[in-house]
């Protein structure tokens, strides 16, 4: 508790991870829902993903509203697992073994199924989805199951180094770096307790 100051406390790789995946579902724009997955192994990242357009399709806040599957569900975006997985695929990133953190409900029948044949061996979720069958399959195939309880981790960095003045950026840079992230002048993240909507607050000010 005390290393690294007063009021510090230092987060389980749980919160870590489970962290990172709520941290990747606030890129995710479906009003039908965000959603973040990491996916790790011996407490090393692998990849993650979020719930988005396939092929650099508009996000889908971008459209007004995203097409829907018969269902009502989200008819645009790969879902969080299904764009970790495939981009590990695409960088040739083993799996086999992974756990898999997961911002909100646990997967969905398809999901469940690209985990098992992915190698993925545990699961973590913060909420059962509605259709329980997908957690059969993996119970059944060996895969662990563990519930995340209490709040969405929530990470809010006190920056004891205050940020550079953005009139300064050029001089800063003097012409041989790039200048990034140059309109935020502060970057707060805070994840809210319900399940799927983290939100990203940038203050300009
Ligand atoms: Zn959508
Ligand atoms: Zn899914």
């Known amino acids: 508790m005390s290393d690294g100051g007063p009021g510090y406390r230092k987060p389980s790789w749980d919160e870590y991870f489970m962290a990172m ?7 995710a724009t ?14 090393r990242l692998l990849a993650t993903g979020y719930n988005g357009p396939v092929g650099g399709n508009p996000d889908c806040r971008g459209q007004g509203t995203c097409r829907r599957t018969a269902d009502g569900g989200c008819a645009e975006t790969a ?3 299904q764009n970790a997985v495939a981009y590990a695929a695409r960088y040739g990133v083993d799996l086999t073994g992974c756990t898999c953190y997961l911002s909100g409900y646990s997967p969905c029948l398809m999901c469940a199924k690209l985990l098992i044949q992915c190698g993925c061996r545990r699961v973590i ?3 059962p989805y509605r259709d329980t069958m997908p957690l059969e399959f993996l119970t059944e195939t060996g895969v662990e199951l563990a519930l995340y309880v209490g709040p969405a981790p929530s990470i809010t960095w006190a920056d004891p ?10 001089e800063a840079a003097r012409g041989q770096m790039p ?12 994840a809210n307790d319900t ?7 940038v203050s300009t000010g």
């Open 195 to 201: 399940w799927c909507w983290p939100v990203v607050r």
């Open 79 to 81: 879902h969080a697992e």
């Open 21 to 27: 995946a709520v941290l990747a579902a606030t890129r």
């Open 161 to 170: 180094e205050p940020p550079l003045p953005m009139s300064q950026a050029p």
């Open 179 to 190: 200048v990034v992230n140059a309109p935020l002048a502060d970057w707060e993240f805070v």
């Open 125 to 127: 979720f913060r909420k």
């Open 30 to 43: 479906c009003e039908r829902g965000r959603v973040g997955v990491a996916l790790v192994r011996e407490n």
